[in-house]
């Protein structure tokens, strides 16, 4: 579903990304993690390409996602992307939210459009809150409906950047209880997170980062047990310690 092969990105003098080479297989569920700045984030936001590279190459589903004849919005529009902020319209209730990009982007009619989020409302714990505006929600069920706007362009493949950790802790579950509830559908889901329970619970693979570079890959069961890489041993050494 997703290869990365070479890649290089750097901001100015900073080398972000260094000699990138992963594929993500279709069905797969990744979870990237690693220490702030380790350059998470830039990854999955390179995908899509929200993060422009200077090097190397990105195919999702078939399109290479940094090709210049390529049609951003297009492209786009073919990947669920879950920002930490949530990044609703305020001023569309949590229906229109869902509906607006299938109606614009995709051609659905009003009706067909409004079928479809109310299914994805409902498969998110919130088709009672369907005629809510953001700001009567709380941070999860933002996320979620954030969650359910994503799942409603129908894309191949789901991004996550951090999606809990502008969240209140008792609102962390009911968002990574819906992931969950993804991944076990086969969802194609790529997850910068810092929720490592989630990790060891629902990861096929984690590919842990830092200084820009993937330093491991493994299965959660190797990565929590038997790290291999120095620097994964004291990253989970640190989790597990927090207070010295």
Known sequence: MIQFE???????????????TETIGKGEVVVVCGPSGSGKSTLIRTI??????????????????????LNINQFRAGIGFVFQQFNLFPHLTALENCTLAPKNIRGLNASAARELAIKLLDRVGLSE???????????GQQQRVAIARALAM?????????????LDPEMVGEVLMVMRDLASDGMTMVCVTHEMGFAREVADRVLFMDSGRILERATPDDFFNRPQHARAQ?????IRTPFR
């Open 6 to 20: 070479n890649v290089n990105k750097w901001y100015g003098e900073y080398h972000a990304l260094v000699d990138i």
């Open 48 to 69: 899509n390409r929200l993060e422009p590279i200077q090097s190397g190459t990105i195919v999702v589903d078939g399109k290479d996602a940094h090709s210049a004849s």
């Open 129 to 139: 809150k369907a005629d809510a505006y953001p700001a009567a929600l709380s941070g």
């Open 154 to 166: 129908q894309p191949p493949v789901l991004l996550f950047d951090e999606p809990t950790s502008a």
């Open 234 to 238: 004291q990253f989970l050494s640190d």
